[in-house]
């Protein structure tokens, strides 16, 4: 055979050479994002159904059902100091945390981070605990739920985590509620939310317990 026979030959084995390497290559770097459980293809959180728990959450960290964990009487000094025009509801936060199995820690939690306790915001006119946004059959003021009390306000919050997130999304920790509650589009920044109120319920239960 020629030497041109023999020089073309070579050239179609160097470069069969090259793509297996190359082909190699992407399969590793696609086993090791495996292997690493790196995800491939990252899913909207508007594509995720309702029920799905959010990431990094855990059925045992920061379980929003259970019993008041604070009482009354701590609620209304926390009220107190932050001058808030719900000062002495604290026991109506903590009947209906009994009723509807939601402990108040983070009824106040969520009080605290949508509106300073009622200070500050539409929640001053409204009077509500956690600027729920207007739905039909509701009065409402600039598109959020409006009441006729603070007591109300508090009633309505509870049935809806109660009822909405828990018993139909099952969404029961504050890591699976608050990217639902105070999603990103709505310009919320729901990993700040989620530590604002676990850091408030913690420090709170211990304050609470040394009381």
Known sequence: MSNKFWGFLGIV????????????????????KLQHNTPI????????????????SSASSYTVVGPP????????????QA?????????????????????????LAFFQHES????TGVARVTQSLGNIRCTPGYHCLDGFRAYGS???????????????????WHRRTVAAIIPLYAPSSDGND??????????AVTTWRREASAS
């Open 13 to 32: 084995i160097v470069l069969v050479g090259i793509l297996i390497c190359a082909w190699l290559t992407i399969q590793g770097g696609f086993l090791n």
């Open 41 to 56: 293809i990252s899913v909207p959180l508007s594509l995720i159904p309702p029920g799905t728990p959010a990431q990094g």
């Open 69 to 80: 964990t604070l009482g009354a009487a701590f609620v209304n000094h926390v009220l107190a």
């Open 83 to 107: 001058h808030s025009p719900a000062q002495g509801t604290g026991q109506a936060l903590y009947n209906l945390s009994k009723q509807y199995g939601i402990d108040d820690a983070y009824a």
């Open 116 to 119: 300073q306790f009622g200070t």
């Open 150 to 168: 603070w007591q109300a306000g508090y009633q309505d919050w509870y049935a809806l985590i109660r009822n909405l997130y828990v018993k139909q």
């Open 190 to 199: 729901p990993a700040s939310y989620i530590t604002a109120v676990e850091q």
